[in-house]
């Protein structure tokens, strides 16, 4: 899939890892509906976005995605501005031990909320002309971090959903195609705020310290290395892109457990 002319929504777009994949897919072509609950940094980089990349291909557009009327609308608007939607980038997370059920919200609930309702304006049976959809997960949904056993479920359970939806597209002939990216430990406002979000297992954060050590930290730049390849190759279905400091690689599953 080529991206030039292409229309992309990414949520939770308005700074961090969302806003590098926005920045991405607008300087490759794509026009970009930025959706985010953070009204001043979106307006504010639309701002910026609009002088360097022209007035008519970005959009900011209020939205919790904890909410499935607003993303809803969100979605609405985009087609009726940029004429369709090629591209879901279900990136908005949170990392809160504490308030667990909304971390489940957001970061698992909010990404299955998404890509359920932009199935209509996707999908190839119903007159849609089909897409691909990229959840952020984390490496946190292939391996664990002890002191984050809610935010670990979250991502497995991003990867578990995009697993299974994409041989549930491919089966169903939506033409809609769903790949995670998983990177690891990112320099971003979620990475700086987790010691005061840490829960039931504050007392393992020294441990897993030593794992930020051992892995390193990458940017926002660094880590949507690799984002393009999960949109615009149409081989990749069902796939985990893991991106850390020093590599990239696909995540390999075990074979079925009742094989
Ligand atoms: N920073 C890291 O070390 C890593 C982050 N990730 C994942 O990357 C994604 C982005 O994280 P960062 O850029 O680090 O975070 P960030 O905190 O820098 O940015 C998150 C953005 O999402 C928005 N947001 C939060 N809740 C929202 C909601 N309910 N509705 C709409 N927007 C919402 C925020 O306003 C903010 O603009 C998350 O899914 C995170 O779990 C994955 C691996 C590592
Ligand atoms: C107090 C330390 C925890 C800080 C965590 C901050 C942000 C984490 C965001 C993530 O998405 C997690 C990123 C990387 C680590 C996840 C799993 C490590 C798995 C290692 C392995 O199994 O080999």
Redesign the pocket.
């Known amino acids: 899939m080529a991206l030039n002319g292409k229309t992309a929504v990414v949520?939770?777009a308005?700074?961090?890892?969302?806003r590098s994949i926005a920045e991405l897919l607008l300087q490759n072509g794509a026009k970009v509906a930025i959706?985010?609950?953070?009204e001043a940094?979106g307006q504010s980089l639309v701002e910026t976005l609009n002088k360097e990349h022209g007035p008519d291909r970005v959009l900011f557009l209020l939205?919790?995605?904890?909410s499935g009327e607003e993303i809803k609308a969100a979605f609405q608007k985009t087609v009726e501005t940029f004429g369709g939607i090629d591209i879901l980038v279900n990136?908005?997370?949170?990392?809160n031990e504490i308030m667990w059920e909304k971390t489940i919200g957001?970061?698992l609930a909010?990404c299955i909320r998404g890509a359920y309702l932009v199935i209509e304006h996707m999908n190839k049976l119903t007159g849609g002309r089909g897409g691909v959809i990229v959840n952020?997960?984390?490496i946190a949904g292939i391996g664990l971090l002890s002191c984050c056993p809610v935010y670990t479920a979250t991502k497995h359970g991003v990867v578990g959903f995009t697993r299974a939806f994409a041989a549930a597209s491919v089966a169903s002939g939506y033409g809609i195609r769903m790949n995670a990216l998983c990177?690891?430990?990112?320099q971003?406002?979620?990475?700086s705020s987790v010691q005061s979000r840490l829960g039931q297992f504050s007392n393992l954060a020294g441990a897993n310290q030593e794992l930020i050590e051992k892995l390193g930290v990458l940017t926002?730049a660094e880590v949507v290395q690799g984002f393009l390849e999960l949109v615009t190759d149409e081989t990749k279905n069902g796939q985990a892109l893991i991106v850390l400091p020093k590599e990239k690689k696909y995540a390999t599953f075990p074979v079925s457990p009742t094989d």
Do not use: Q, R, Y
Request: charged share 10%.
């Open positions: 949520t939770g308005a700074m961090g890892i969302g959706l985010d609950m953070n940094a939205c919790n995605v904890e990136n908005a997370g949170i990392f957001i970061n909010g952020v997960a984390s990177p690891g430990f990112a971003t406002d979620l990475f926002s």
